[in-house]
């Protein structure tokens, strides 16, 4: 039993290097995402969770993020919320990213205080119970955390404290009121009132007939009355029966907030260490190397990424059928909210084709043939835009003209990227012929020796394909070139298979590995930077 659900297998059987792919599916919109975004933290509200989860299982997790993240995740926590924003930050600040509250966030806080006692958050307003009391319940959070509390005036203390009783008597068996009233005595050292403390724990018999979104409010609901006991001092009688199955089967899937909740609800019941396992191992899997954790579940796919990893499949002699990549595909564009702009288009166009099988649709030849989407003439600065868009365009099944190609001194990095890209692009769209003359493998063996002239790893290799392309040949020193500018880039977490940027830049990218392992399958899969088995098999 869970809380939510995850979209069931495909139905694809691939060998086990190519299911590396399905931990870039987007839980947003189920294309692929780039996995650079996986060394994205989570943002504020999900990194809080996920902090105060490993301290609950006695992780003392420590962060060391930048401080410029710092500034921007403090920025955008108190973008959604000055009080809830703040309390988000608390765990970041408690690990060792002090740039997260500052002295000015006490007074703030107490600056949104009301007369009546309560505190009011712009982002809840000030309209009833419910946002008086979560604003509160926050506010009184970061004050403790700050250390703040004490310092409290006596007579703000006591309106608070009077404004709280008060409203116990209007909570009327509202759990998640409950939990923010009795935790917000808890932190003033009062007693919670019994009308509290004897509202009845949540059923748990009816648990395997819920919806999805039931067992959700049933799971907030139960952490709300363990809150109210633990603030009474009293132990939870929580079914450990039920609930132990849910962490078992949601643990690598629950979003944090659920995580962190039920943990809670575990713990507080006595549950033995061996049930969080999972979660453990979850967490640990996520973290960054600032300690931070990511969110694999907030990424959004695209189809730019997805006809990379189409791309990677078709050169490993991998199948590229995906029935779930194509329901993505017709559910973005049958939502209305589709980009339709020409590039994008036109990476539809071709992931249809490449994913489906289907021949060139006629848009597809109208925009690979409109000069504002594929440039009629190629320079120095437009190279990789025609470039990727021809390729674009042979992965939609249409092909295209030789464009004009301006000319450039090749005796700089980025020229002679640029020139490789020429190269490259004729050759990716059968004009191989075409290669101007002032392009030559002379030329480019002289950069293909040094890849620590150039500042990524794809760069390099498109400079390494384009001279293999013009002739050149893999003697010792190009290999030993290529073993220092590409090797050292390979495996990424959970990816072995991918190459990272380079350049100083450790991110794992699809763009890199497409050029790496093009250039190995030219190289007839010497380098061995292909997949087991694909210099046999792929395409």
Same mark, same amino acid.
């Given at each position: 039993?869970?809380?939510?659900?995850?979209?069931?297998?495909?139905?694809?059987?691939?060998?086990?290097?190519?299911?590396?792919?399905?931990?870039?599916?987007?839980?947003?919109?189920?294309?692929?995402?780039?996995?650079?975004?996986?060394?994205?933290?989570?943002?504020?509200?999900?990194?809080?969770?996920?902090?105060?989860?490993l301290a609950e299982l006695g992780r003392d997790p420590r962060t060391?993020?930048?401080?410029?993240?710092?500034?921007?995740?403090?920025?955008?926590?108190?973008?959604?919320?000055?009080?809830?924003?703040?309390?988000?930050?608390?765990?970041?600040?408690?690990?060792?990213?002090?740039?997260?509250?500052?002295?000015?966030?006490?007074?703030?806080?107490? +600056? %949104?205080?009301? /007369? #009546?006692?309560?505190?009011?958050?712009?982002? &809840?307003?000030?309209?009833?119970? @419910? !946002? $008086? *009391?979560?604003?509160?319940w926050a506010a009184l959070e970061v004050l403790d955390a700050l250390?703040?509390?004490?310092?409290?005036?006596?007579?703000?203390?006591?309106?608070?404290?009077?404004?709280?009783?008060?409203?116990?008597?209007?909570?009327?068996? +509202? %759990?998640?009121? /409950? #939990?923010?009233?009795?935790?917000?005595?808890? &932190?003033?050292?009062?007693?919670? @009132? !019994? $009308? *509290?403390?004897?509202?009845?724990?949540?059923?748990?018999?009816?648990?395997?007939?819920?919806?999805?979104?039931?067992?959700?409010?049933?799971?907030?609901?139960?952490?709300?009355?363990?809150?109210?006991?633990?603030?009474?001092?009293?132990?939870?009688?929580?079914?450990?029966?039920?609930?132990?199955?849910?962490?078992?089967?949601?643990?690598?899937?629950?979003?944090?907030?659920? *995580?962190?909740?039920?943990?809670?609800?575990?713990?507080?019941?006595?549950?033995?260490?061996?049930?969080?396992?999972?979660?453990?191992?979850?967490?640990?899997?996520?973290?960054?190397?600032?300690?931070?954790?990511?969110?694999?579940?907030?990424?959004?796919?695209?189809?730019?990424?997805?006809?990379?990893?189409?791309?990677?499949?078709?050169?490993?002699?991998?199948?590229?059928?995906?029935?779930?990549?194509?329901?993505?595909?017709?559910?973005?564009?049958?939502?209305?909210?589709?980009?339709?702009?020409?590039?994008?288009?036109?990476?539809?166009?071709?992931?249809?084709?490449?994913?489906?099988?289907?021949?060139?649709?006629?848009?597809?030849?109208?925009?690979?043939?409109?000069?504002?989407?594929?440039?009629?003439?190629?320079?120095?600065?437009?190279?990789?835009?025609?470039?990727?868009?021809?390729?674009?365009?042979?992965?939609?099944?249409?092909?295209?003209?030789?464009?004009?190609?301006?000319?450039?001194?090749?005796?700089?990095?980025?020229?002679?990227?640029?020139?490789?890209?020429?190269?490259?692009?004729?050759?990716?769209?059968?004009?191989?012929?075409?290669?101007?003359?002032?392009?030559?493998?002379?030329?480019?063996?002289?950069?293909?020796?040094?890849?620590?002239?150039?500042?990524?790893?794809?760069?390099?290799?498109?400079?390494?394909?384009a001279y293999a392309l013009l002739g050149g040949r893999l003697d010792?020193?190009?290999?030993?070139?290529?073993?220092?500018?590409?090797?050292?880039?390979?495996?990424?977490?959970?990816?072995?298979?991918?190459?990272?940027?380079?350049?100083?830049?450790?991110?794992?990218?699809?763009?890199?590995?497409?050029?790496?392992?093009?250039?190995?399958?030219?190289?007839?899969?010497?380098?061995?930077?292909?997949?087991?088995?694909?210099?046999?098999?792929?395409?």
């Amino acid at each position: 039993m869970s809380c939510t659900f995850a979209d069931g297998d495909s139905g694809r059987r691939e060998p086990a290097t190519a299911r590396q792919f399905d931990l870039l599916v987007s839980e947003q919109n189920g294309y692929y995402y780039h996995p650079f975004l996986r060394q994205e933290p989570a943002g504020p509200q999900d990194q809080s969770y996920a902090l105060r989860t490993l301290a609950e299982l006695g992780r003392d997790p420590r962060t060391g993020m930048a401080a410029p993240r710092v500034a921007s995740f403090r920025r955008e926590a108190l973008e959604a919320s000055p009080l809830w924003g703040r309390e988000w930050l608390v765990p970041l600040w408690r690990t060792g990213a002090r740039e997260a509250l500052g002295a000015g966030d006490a007074a703030e806080v107490n +600056r %949104l205080r009301a /007369a #009546g006692g309560w505190y009011v958050d712009p982002a &809840l307003g000030d309209d009833g119970d @419910p !946002a $008086r *009391l979560g604003a509160t319940w926050a506010a009184l959070e970061v004050l403790d955390a700050l250390g703040r509390l004490p310092e409290l005036p006596a007579a703000d203390r006591s309106a608070t404290v009077s404004w709280l009783r008060a409203t116990a008597g209007r909570v009327h068996g +509202r %759990l998640d009121l /409950a #939990g923010a009233l009795a935790s917000s005595l808890r &932190l003033l050292g009062e007693p919670v @009132p !019994a $009308r *509290l403390t004897g509202i009845p724990a949540p059923r748990t018999d009816d648990f395997a007939d819920l919806t999805s979104g039931a067992r959700a409010v049933r799971l907030a609901d139960t952490y709300s009355w363990v809150l109210v006991q633990e603030a009474a001092g009293k132990r939870p009688a929580v079914d450990r029966r039920v609930w132990e199955p849910v962490l078992r089967d949601g643990a690598a899937t629950l979003p944090h907030d659920q *995580l962190h909740d039920l943990v809670h609800v575990l713990r507080a019941a006595g549950s033995p260490v061996a049930v969080f396992a999972p979660v453990l191992e979850r967490l640990d899997g996520e973290r960054l190397d600032d300690g931070t954790v990511r969110d694999p579940g907030a990424y959004l796919g695209s189809p730019d990424a997805s006809l990379f990893v189409q791309r990677l499949r078709a050169l490993a002699g991998w199948s590229r059928e995906d029935p779930a990549l194509l329901t993505a595909l017709e559910r973005e564009e049958s939502s209305g909210e589709a980009s339709e702009e020409g590039p994008e288009r036109l990476n539809r166009a071709a992931l249809r084709t490449v994913t489906g099988g289907g021949a060139a649709d006629g848009a597809a030849r109208t925009l690979c043939a409109d000069p504002r989407v594929l440039p009629a003439t190629v320079t120095e600065q437009n190279t990789t835009q025609w470039q990727r868009t021809t390729l674009t365009c042979a992965d939609a099944g249409v092909s295209t003209g030789v464009p004009a190609i301006g000319s450039w001194p090749a005796d700089t990095p980025d020229r002679v990227v640029a020139a490789a890209t020429v190269v490259v692009g004729l050759a990716d769209s059968g004009r191989r012929d075409a290669v101007p003359s002032w392009i030559d493998a002379a030329t480019l063996k002289r950069w293909a020796l040094h890849p620590d002239r150039f500042t990524s790893v794809y760069g390099y290799t498109l400079v390494a394909r384009a001279y293999a392309l013009l002739g050149g040949r893999l003697d010792a020193a190009l290999r030993e070139a290529l073993g220092r500018g590409v090797t050292p880039y390979g495996g990424c977490p959970g990816l072995p298979g991918l190459y990272r940027v380079g350049g100083g830049d450790e991110a794992c990218d699809l763009k890199t590995t497409w050029g790496v392992w093009t250039l190995d399958r030219q190289l007839d899969g010497a380098m061995g930077w292909l997949p087991a088995g694909a210099t046999e098999n792929g395409k």
